[in-house]
């Protein structure tokens, strides 16, 4: 018969935020950039179907680190979320705060219950208004809290150094083209040397303020980005064994399931 | 919502159609689903609401055109003057409502939601015979209301960009989805507004063209027609024409519609009835 040993709720907590930490790290980092026209978003994904970036509403995206299966759940709830709310009241009802708070109090719940293991995901969600001012972007760790964050925002492996170098060249009101430069930069830096990521590993969207249509999300594609990077010299893939490990979100190759096929 | 969480339900995978999971977790949100009393209804709640009356549509080369006149009547009284029943469904399609305008424009708000609700979880859009096929689905969730005399008839056009064209879809109250060639018209006077463009439509229409020719057939509708409004001149109202190509749908704005139908009154001043057809194909006008 095994005793059943005595774990401080100290010591649990601060074990199931290393193991939700740890599956967060082990991704890349996803960057968030606010510009006169509105957020952007960028990752080094070269999965074309696998988003980590998405849509939520007219005037809201969705950012996420960490485990496909749980932040692609989380995802698909808050478009139902948002989309029940407009259908019920009405298109400007749905808010990023609203969603944000949702987003809160589930991974929240899921943290401290006993029974489930807690999300390894960190989430961004974004909110355009009609000026840079009225921008929002929360930041969700996988306990539940939220952070309010302004200019600029990284989460993901390596987000200490991406964080570092965009704390440093981080101007406001700057251009998109100007933030897809800096995001990119941003991306591709680390201690040792600076990799100019090819286009076409790069997800890059934008919650943009100057559409004429009412949903503001659009996706950059590799042409467009190309069109906006510039030149930038040779471009070279993600070396598979770098820090962010060989798969996309959580895969490390070792123990876990296979998650995204990158 | 009380609690602040996400419901579970939200959180399971499943269905990726809006009006699926609103059946599931709020199903008196669905239009369909509302409880009509019973009894003295019959023909009678058709007087008591508004009725949306002429929808016409029409393809051309680059697309399809859209358009629906401004009146909404109950009974003998009408209703509203401006009322809009041509709606974009999402970028390459367009809905226009005729019968009982509440439960049409919630129908459309609801088939506007479930498009879009279908690109964000899936990723892509709903192929043109995908999204003809929900919006009879929803159809025949009315049912119920169609038989107490609440029915709505909307008819569904959009630029189908696997065969480059634009496609027309008719319905009835039963949900049935019909595809129909060149042109089509639904509502109280469709059939005159069908029988306009029989004689004007021709395959070799320009955008413009095709503008006019949906026009003129509104313009007969409610020359035949007491349900439905013609170009109002003192107030400036004119149909909502919605054109849709291969770079989306959008509403042609009210000035452009004003100075087609300025020419098509223009017209119909030297000649009432509207342009002659030739009396055999190739002859003389």
Redesign the interface.
Known sequence: MSMPFYVSPEQLMKDRADFARKGIGRGRSVVAVQHADGVLFATENPSQ?L?KV???YDRIAFAAVGRYNEFE??R??????A??R???YDRRDVTGRGLA???A??LG?IFSSGGEKPYEVELFVAEIGDTAADDQLYRLTYDGQVADEHGFAVMGGAADVVGGYLEERYTEGASLADAVRLAVAALGHTDADDRVIPATDLEVAVLDRTRS?P?KFTRLRAARLDELLGERGPAEHAPADAAGGPGADGSDGSDEPPIAPV | MR????PAA??Q?GTSS?SD??AD??PD?LPGRRAVPQGHAGGQAGDLAPHGTTIVAATFGGGVVMAGDRRATMGNIIAQRDIEKVFPAD?FSAVGIAGSAGIAVEMV??FQ?EL??YE??E?TTLSMDGKANRLAALIRGNLGMAMQGLAVVPLFAGYDLASDSGRIFSYDVTGGRYEETAFHSVGSGSLFARGSLKKLYRADLDESGCVTAVVQALYDAADDDSATGGPDLTRRIFPVVQVITADGGRRLADADVAAVADQVIAGRMARPDGPVAPLVEGGQA
């Open positions: 179907a988003h998405s849509e939520i759940n989380l698909i709830a808050g478009v139902r979320l989309d029940m407009g259908y019920a708070n949702a987003y109090q589930t719940t249509q949903r | 609690d602040p969480r996400l939200f959180l995978p809006f999971f609103l977790q709020a949100l970028e708000r609801l939601t879009e609700h964000k979880i990723g």
